[in-house]
Every structure is written in structure tokens, then in C-alpha cells.
């Protein structure tokens, strides 16, 4: 008996050992998250893990009224992620200077301070603290900071939706 478990564990341990190494390995060659931002990289933002559009779920209850604002809910995040094609919309270029992304709502009404990020695929939680309006839809920026003159931005289309 003690033979076959001899021959059953170093079987077991390749095979899990097989595993672990496929499923850590990057879905993309060469990518490594967090990685941190860098002049002269094409990049995507994402909100809620959304690229292109997403939902910011709003702290506002019951009917709402227009021009309405509220803060967004806990748990919302928003982040970049190294963008492999170019031809995608929404696709933001760091330019030669920037070493950081500065995120902006642009329904925002209160002075509080753009999220800063510096790495790729680290996702940054949204600040309940914003005021952002409780329904419509807006935009979230993701702006490289420093700026150049060959920097641009990337965009998301977000609907702001009040919670029942």
C-alpha cells in the first residue's frame, strides 16, 4: 500500500505544480501588473472594470430630480491597464513625460483632489466624497500627468444611477 501512495504523491505534486504555473502565468507575453506607468505607452482606463462605458451606482434614494447630486457608493474603483492596439476607442497616450495618470470625473461638483494612479492594473476605489449626479450619464478622464505635447487622455462613458 505504501507503494502506490509513493508513486501517487510525486504525480500529484507535478500536477499541481503544472497548474499553478499555467494559471500564474500573464494572459498577455510580457505583461506584468501592477507595472508602473511610464513615458511613451498607449494605455486604457476602465471604471468598475469597464472600458468604453460603465455604471457609477449613486447614493441617491428614491425619486430624484434633474440637477440632482449624490455620492457615489463604497467599492466603485477605477484604474489603467497598458492598451496593446492603438486603434481602440478611448485609447489615452502618456506622451514623453508622464509617470502617472490623474483621474477626472467630469460631472464632479465638489474641489476634491483627482485620484493619482502609478501603476498599471491597480485599481484605485472611487472617493464616496464626490458629488456626481445621481442619474445621466457623463465622462471620467484619465489624464497623463505630467502632460506633453503628445500626451492625450483616455475617456469612459459612465451612467450615473441612483440606488432604490
Partial sequence: MSRKLVRFVPLTAAAVLATALATAAPAVAGAVDPAPIGPNQYFSGLVNGQSGTSTIKMACFGPVYPGQTGHPLAGQTVEVRRALSTSTTGVGYTGGAAKAIGVA???ATSATAPIVL???????????????????????SFVPAPSSPSARPATVTVNFVGQP
Fill in 105 to 107: 470625473f467630469g460631472n
Fill in 118 to 140: 502609478r501603476f498599471y492594473g491597480a485599481p484605485a476605489e472611487i472617493p464616496t466624497s464626490l458629488n456626481l449626479p445621481c442619474y445621466g450619464s457623463g465622462t471620467v
